[in-house]
């Protein structure tokens, strides 16, 4: 089956510092997905990653991927308090959209 | 353009009961999953839908079925609830085919059982 990890599980950190968040999958997949929720909402979807050195940047949120290692990588640049939220990376098993989850980030940002 | 819709948007139940939960896709979609998130976890797929047929299904029980209608709409059916059923069901939308594109989410449904 396939194993979708996600570290750290927790961050807490302050405004204007940049971090990175990973995610390792345990299968061959070229695609992968980043997702954000907010406490009590549903899935908004951040980036989606299809294929080996893609990146994407969106705002202080940069997506990338690397398939031969099984990792993506989601870096915050410049944090700010309205990023404080749960972020998931999904991967595609490549049977069509069957989304396995990564165990989620809880990232809050202090002032 | 509506979004993914859920239905209801919070479900109290008992041990044993059975619950239907109902979700309607993003306009120009054919193609419905349905996830089950617990408390302080990620999404685990449950089943998918097309052309009105399970596609794919996840790791769950036989006590978890669904439906697809002729206009895309899905049904979640779970029979004989346990404790453990108790989490927040999402329903998520995309067009079969278009490899390119993510799975969009509905609200959910937040399902207590007592």
């Known amino acids: 089956e396939l194993k979708v990890e996600q570290n750290p599980l927790f961050l807490s950190m302050q405004e204007g510092k940049n971090y990175t968040i990973y995610c390792n999958y345990s299968?061959?997949?070229?695609?992968l997905y980043w997702y954000r929720q907010d406490p009590g909402k549903s899935l908004e979807s951040l980036f989606v990653?299809?294929?080996?050195?893609a990146v994407k940047q969106e705002g202080r949120l940069m997506a990338s991927l690397d398939t031969k290692a099984r990792l993506s990588t989601l870096h915050i640049t410049a944090a700010v308090h309205d990023l404080s939220a749960t972020y998931f990376c999904?991967?595609?098993?490549?049977?069509?959209?069957?989304?396995?989850f990564g165990t989620g980030t809880s990232l809050t940002v202090i002032p | 353009d509506a979004g993914v819709t859920q239905s209801p948007t919070h479900l109290i139940k008992t041990r044993g009961q059975q619950v239907t939960l109902r979700c309607s896709p993003k306009?120009?979609?054919?193609?419905v999953s349905w996830y089950q998130q617990a408390l302080g976890q990620g999404p685990q797929f449950i089943f998918q839908?097309?052309?009105?047929?399970?596609?794919q299904r996840g790791n769950f029980p036989d006590r978890f079925s669904g439906h697809q209608f002729p206009n895309y709409s899905s049904e979640l059916n779970v029979n004989a609830l346990l404790l453990g059923d108790s989490a927040l069901y999402l329903c998520?939308?995309?067009?079969?085919?278009?490899?390119?594109?993510?799975?969009?989410f509905g609200p959910g449904t937040r399902l207590t059982v007592l």
């Open positions: 999904a991967v595609d098993k490549g049977t069509g959209n069957q989304f396995y």
């Open positions: 299968t061959t997949s070229d695609r």
């Open positions: 990653l299809l294929s080996n050195g």
């Open positions: 306009s120009g979609h054919d193609t």
């Open positions: 839908y097309y052309e009105e047929e399970e596609r």
């Open positions: 998520a939308s995309n067009l079969l085919g278009v490899g390119t594109d993510t799975q969009y």
